[in-house]
């Protein structure tokens, strides 16, 4: 991971950010699709956005430490 604790931050927050993003909106097109009203719709999506945001962000997270343990020193 970068040496910079900001340039961390604001790549956990992209992350986060970009798969909740994709998150509500796979859930929003899935949910119209089966005809659900549009308040139902729009509190499921933004759980499910919640869900996606935190497991992209530990996903992400364990992917880059799994990177730096490849190059730390021994």
Known sequence: ???NS????IS???VMALSS????GVTKL??????????EVQARAKTQARYF???GVFIYL???VSIASFFAER
Request: zero cysteines; a positive charge.
């Open 12 to 14: 956990v927050m992209l």
């Open 62 to 64: 364990v992917g880059m």
């Open 21 to 24: 993003l994709i998150g509500y």
């Open 53 to 55: 945001a935190v497991l």
């Open 30 to 39: 899935r949910l119209r699709d089966k005809g659900l009203d549009g308040a």
């Open 1 to 3: 991971m970068p040496e």
């Open 6 to 9: 900001m340039i961390r931050f």
